[in-house]
């Protein structure tokens, strides 16, 4: 090949370059105006869909769903399709089944046997976050003063919708290393122009067991009742999970989950956030969203709690 017809490919390599860079910066700018022309469909949506979700959420929360026609909606045995009996191998099975089932689940939820040898059979509770420079746990033990049996919190947690707004707050206990108990009493309240507002009161009371316990994070899971005022007056099975990483003194990330079934719908939470920790108090920052009852809408949460 000789010098000029590598001069031509270079050239032709370059010009092919520049149409590709030209055509890349118009799909750039193509997307960039297509998501601009989204984002402005998508809260004018918002603003069109701008209702009462507070009040809707306590009408679906006190009555049971409707069909299509306007009736209760049953379901029928009849309508169910044929099921076949089963046979006996299926029968001398299920023992088999139950035992993976339970041996699987105590371990996830409890307790493997590898960790029952390892540090967090030893952590014991720090008295407050980051005491000593550690995160929730510690496995230092010398004197008494390194680590609790009991430990209290309160926090107060308030956000600032665009048209619903949520206080929350929280009270806990820590027993020993493993064991816990979560009170939360949030008010939800709704205020539109022209129209009354509207109130709701949430109550759940949650036994807290600390799966994960070491220095660095901190895992536990809850179950326990919720009830819902306002009229609804009902009861409810509550489930919780929540996490928090000790990332960098005196930071954390945290996060929360929270479910909750009542007679004809639920309420459901997930909040993520970052903590702020100066010896026995804390401040914070998250994002929240929230499901009552099919009606969702989020927020940032402002946060404010004691360690005692």
């Given at each position: 090949m000789t010098n000029s017809t590598i001069v031509l490919v270079i050239c032709h390599l370059s010009f092919v370059t520049c149409h590709l860079s030209l055509v890349t910066c118009h799909l750039s700018l193509s997307l960039v105006i297509i998501m601009k022309h989204f984002l402005l469909i998508f809260l004018f949506y918002s603003a069109v869909n701008y209702g009462q979700d507070l009040?809707?959420?306590?009408?679906?929360?006190?009555?049971?769903?409707?069909?299509?026609?306007?009736?209760?909606?049953?379901?029928?045995?009849?309508?169910?399709?044929?099921?076949a009996r089963p046979t006996w191998d299926d029968i001398s099975f299920l023992p088999m089944l139950f035992d993976l089932t339970f041996v699987l689940g105590y371990n996830l939820l409890v307790e493997s046997s590898y960790e029952r040898y390892?540090?967090?059979?030893?952590?014991?509770?720090?008295?407050?976050?980051?005491?000593?420079?550690?995160?929730?746990?510690?496995?230092?033990?010398?004197?008494?003063?390194?680590?609790?049996?009991?430990?209290?919190?309160?926090?107060?947690?308030?956000?600032?919708?665009?048209?619903?707004?949520?206080?929350?707050?929280?009270?806990?206990?820590?027993?020993?290393?493993?064991?816990?108990?979560?009170?939360?009493?949030?008010?939800?309240?709704?205020?539109?122009?022209?129209?009354?507002?509207?109130?709701?009161?949430?109550?759940?009371?949650?036994?807290?067991?600390?799966?994960?316990?070491?220095?660095?994070?901190?895992?536990?899971?809850?179950?326990?009742?919720?009830?819902?005022?306002?009229?609804?007056?009902?009861?409810?099975?509550?489930?919780?999970?929540?996490?928090?990483?000790?990332v960098y003194r005196p930071f954390s990330l945290a996060y929360q989950l929270q479910y909750t079934a009542f007679t004809y719908s639920d309420i459901f939470s997930f909040a993520v956030g970052a903590n702020y920790y100066r010896q026995q108090y804390q401040g914070g920052i998250k994002y929240q969203y929230n499901n009552l009852a099919g009606k969702s809408f989020s927020a940032m949460i402002l946060c404010v709690g004691v360690t005692f």
């Amino acid at each position: 090949m000789t010098n000029s017809t590598i001069v031509l490919v270079i050239c032709h390599l370059s010009f092919v370059t520049c149409h590709l860079s030209l055509v890349t910066c118009h799909l750039s700018l193509s997307l960039v105006i297509i998501m601009k022309h989204f984002l402005l469909i998508f809260l004018f949506y918002s603003a069109v869909n701008y209702g009462q979700d507070l009040k809707e959420a306590k009408d679906r929360l006190s009555s049971p769903p409707e069909s299509t026609s306007g009736t209760k909606a049953y379901h029928s045995s009849s309508d169910e399709s044929y099921q076949a009996r089963p046979t006996w191998d299926d029968i001398s099975f299920l023992p088999m089944l139950f035992d993976l089932t339970f041996v699987l689940g105590y371990n996830l939820l409890v307790e493997s046997s590898y960790e029952r040898y390892g540090r967090m059979q030893t952590a014991e509770l720090n008295p407050y976050p980051y005491y000593k420079g550690k995160g929730d746990y510690t496995y230092e033990k010398q004197i008494m003063e390194d680590f609790t049996l009991f430990r209290a919190a309160v926090s107060n947690e308030l956000s600032l919708g665009s048209h619903i707004f949520q206080n929350n707050l929280q009270g806990k206990i820590r027993m020993g290393s493993r064991f816990g108990a979560t009170l939360s009493y949030r008010h939800f309240w709704e205020k539109q122009r022209g129209v009354p507002a509207e109130h709701l009161d949430f109550v759940s009371l949650t036994a807290q067991y600390y799966r994960i316990r070491t220095q660095r994070m901190s895992l536990s899971w809850g179950l326990g009742a919720g009830y819902i005022g306002n009229g609804i007056n009902q009861f409810g099975f509550a489930m919780t999970q929540d996490a928090e990483v000790f990332v960098y003194r005196p930071f954390s990330l945290a996060y929360q989950l929270q479910y909750t079934a009542f007679t004809y719908s639920d309420i459901f939470s997930f909040a993520v956030g970052a903590n702020y920790y100066r010896q026995q108090y804390q401040g914070g920052i998250k994002y929240q969203y929230n499901n009552l009852a099919g009606k969702s809408f989020s927020a940032m949460i402002l946060c404010v709690g004691v360690t005692f």
